[in-house]
């Protein structure tokens, strides 16, 4: 079975500031891929980024930027210089290749960023 | 861009009634899904379907039905609405040879 672990509920910061939000996997399976998505209040999960297994290399995108390491099993987020409009949800998710065509996503529980004027 | 679309963003309903939570895709997407989501419980998957007319139960299927009887559109279909089931819940979709699952807005269901 999978699980994805975000240990962080919840997390304040004023703007500009950096913050990075973690994330934890389990899988036994070789190939997998990992993602991000943002829940702003008004409910829609918007995809962020995909990441499959045999690609560490890290990214970057604006202000965003992932660093992925299968030693620790972390898909971190980091963003830079956070704006109040970063202020959502984050949930880090995991799709197995093993999980067949039909291929469900499992979820971290959630980490609640505040980004304070 | 993908379009997921829930038709219904606020619903309240009685204890006992028939709930039907639309959702329609605009993208072709052979996969479709409902989840739902709680406080301190994440998301949780219901249903997923991987063809027309074809379903399988996800983690938390007691209570629900799916039905999908077009590729775009894939239905959620509470038979008899009780309290635990007041919840926000969100379609998804994707294709198979693709590994990103596509959300629509949320459906806020509140059973009273």
């Known amino acids: 079975a999978q699980k994805v672990t975000q240990a962080q509920t919840e997390i304040s910061v004023v703007e500009k500031e950096d913050v990075t939000l973690d994330c934890v996997y389990e899988t036994r399976d070789t190939t997998y891929y990992l993602f991000w998505y943002k829940q702003p209040p008004s409910g829609e999960l918007v995809f962020l980024i995909r990441r499959n297994s045999f690609d560490e290399q890290n990214e970057i995108s604006g202000r965003y930027s992932w660093n992925f390491q299968k030693s620790t099993s972390s898909f971190n987020f980091t963003i830079t210089a956070s704006q109040v409009v970063d202020s959502a949800v984050y949930f880090c998710a995991l799709i197995v290749a093993s999980s067949g065509s039909a291929r469900q996503l499992t979820f971290g529980s959630g980490t609640q960023l505040t980004v304070l004027p | 861009d993908v379009k997921v679309t829930q038709s219904s963003r606020y619903l309240v309903k009685r204890t006992g009634e028939k709930v039907f939570l639309e959702c329609v895709q605009d993208m072709d997407h052979e996969n479709m899904f409902w989840y739902r989501q709680d406080p301190g419980l994440g998301l949780r998957l219901i249903y997923f379907s991987y063809d027309v007319k074809m379903k399988e139960k996800g983690d938390i299927p007691e209570g629900y039905s799916v039905s999908r009887e077009k590729k775009e559109r894939f239905s959620l279909i509470l038979e008899s609405a009780s309290t635990n089931q007041t919840s926000m819940y969100l379609c998804?979709?994707?294709?198979?040879?693709?590994?990103?699952?596509?959300f629509g807005e949320g459906s806020w269901l509140t059973v009273v």
């Open positions: 998804a979709s994707s294709l198979p040879q693709r590994n990103t699952i596509y």
